[in-house]
Structure formats: C-alpha cells, structure tokens
C-alpha cells in the first residue's frame, strides 16, 4: 500500500512545526500588490504584510495557484511512489481546488483525490491536520478521504472584522453586504456555511464580538465532546490571545494552536481580524 502525501495551501497557514512533523506540502495563492507578485506566506509573511497593509494606499489582490504548480506537484510525489490526496481551500472563496482538479485530469489513473473542503483558515487546518495524522500512521488514500468526509461535519469557524471595506471590495461578503452603511461601531460575526462567507450577527463592540463568539462555539459544541481549538488573527495579537485564554479555561480543550490568517485571506478581511475554529472529537 502507498503511503499518502497531503496537499494543503497556504490559507491554512499551520504553524510550519506542524507542517515539518506531517510532511504537509504547501501551495501558495499569490498575492498581487503595487506592480509586484509575492507567493502567500513564502515571499511575505503575515507580520510584515498586516503591517504594510495598515498604512497601504492600495488594497492588494490575490489569485488561485496555477493549474501547472500542481501538475508538477502531484507529478513529484507520484514519482516518490506515494498516493496524493489535496484538501484545499473552499471554492466559494477561490479557485484553487479547480486548478487541482484540471490538474487532475491529466493523472487518470493515477491515486490522485482532490477534496473541496469547503473551509480555508484553520477550521481547513484542523481537516488537514487530522487526515495528515492517520496517513503519518498508515491510512491509506481511500481510509484518509473517508476520513476527511466524516471529519467535516465536526468543524465550524467563526471570526469578527473591524471593517466591512476589505470583504466589500473582494466581492467575498455574501450575506454581509446589508451591513453597509450601518453604524460605524457595529461588529459583525461571521462563519463559513457551505463554503462561502456568511453573516451570523452583528454586536455593538469589539468586546461583545469575542464574548459572543465563545458563545457560539459553545453552543455548537456539547459537554462531553473533546474540542480542538484554534485562534488565529490579522494583526490582533492581544485580542487573539484573549479569546484563547477564554476558551482554554471554557472548553478544556486537548488541542490548541494559535496562528495568523494568511496574508492571501488578510487581503479580503483586513487588519484587526479575529477568528476562532473548532473541531470536534
């Protein structure tokens, strides 16, 4: 049997002693800002991008990996002997997975799965994380994409902006766009349902958009699950910090990672986003 080689990209954006520990393979979105080209999390980090970006008079764009870098990918890892199994970023938010999957097409017959995962960030992390662990044990490629299906369900993520004008301009905000023009101090909280970028509500501070965050994972989640939780911000250190604190001594959780949003995903939410994801089990 093949051993399996996971693909994720770089909106996942894992702490790299993860990746390392996995042998995860990373695909990087692109970042295209003032004439210049930078590979996400490769070229430009999140610390330097959220800092340029605070003070930018323009408002990068991003674009999906090309068809050929995974060609080339999955040619590689083929060549290696191994099965390869892609879990990418929603394709409501980008067209990274149709990349793949053209790729795809020209490995026929070869063990090559490319998996929609319908989620980007960390709550994509934690899939990735856990179908990269039962690989590194042995699953095989079929055993890690039942994995990855049956994982799904038991993820969920939440996250607060502090302005609607990144989201607006990406064409990213879905059921958000009634909040433009609304008051200046209202936050909204928002998920990815169905792979796209939805409105949950919206609060009147900074404070309650955490405290009502934390709610709703507790809400979602029960007593006696097991809970995996990460924190994950743009340039929100403090904040991040905080609401991990708050979920430690909530939730008990066996597993907790806290990381940036990716500079690709920064780019359609901006700085001060504050995000958590859970999984379940």
Known sequence: MKKVAIITDSTAYLPQDLVDDLGLHIVPL???WEDLTYLDGVDIRAEEFYERLSS???????????????????????DEDYAVF????????????????????????????????????????????????????GASLE??????EATYPKIGVYF????????????RI????????????????????????????SVRSRKKSLLRMLELVERDISLNDQV???????????????????????FYPIETIMTFVSP??????????????????
Request: charged share 20%.
């Open 160 to 171: 607060t902006v502090d302005t609607l004008k990144y989201l607006n301009k990406g064409g």
């Open 264 to 281: 690709v995903i920064g780019t359609h939410t901006g700085p001060g986003t504050v995000s958590i994801a859970y999984m379940k089990g």
């Open 228 to 250: 995996r939780i990460s924190t994950f911000h743009a340039a929100a250190e403090e904040d991040c910090q905080k609401l991990m604190d708050e979920a430690v001594a909530r």
């Open 86 to 137: 892609a879990m990418l970023i929603s394709s409501g938010i980008s067209g990274t997975v149709d990349s793949a999957m053209q790729a795809k097409k020209h490995f026929a017959d070869a063990p090559v799965e490319v998996m929609d995962t319908q989620l980007v960030s960390m709550a994509l992390g934690f899939l990735v994380l856990t179908v990269a662990r039962a690989a590194k044990d």
């Open 56 to 78: 930018a008079n323009s408002i990068p764009t991003t674009s999906q990996t090309p068809v050929d870098v995974f060609e080339k990918l999955f040619q590689k890892l083929l």
């Open 143 to 148: 055993e890690c994409v039942e994995l990855a």
């Open 30 to 32: 692109t970042l295209h």
């Open 174 to 201: 879905n059921t958000a766009k009634r909040l433009l023009g609304s008051a200046l101090d209202l936050k909204p909280i928002m998920e990815i349902r169905g792979g796209k970028i939805e409105l949950v509500e």
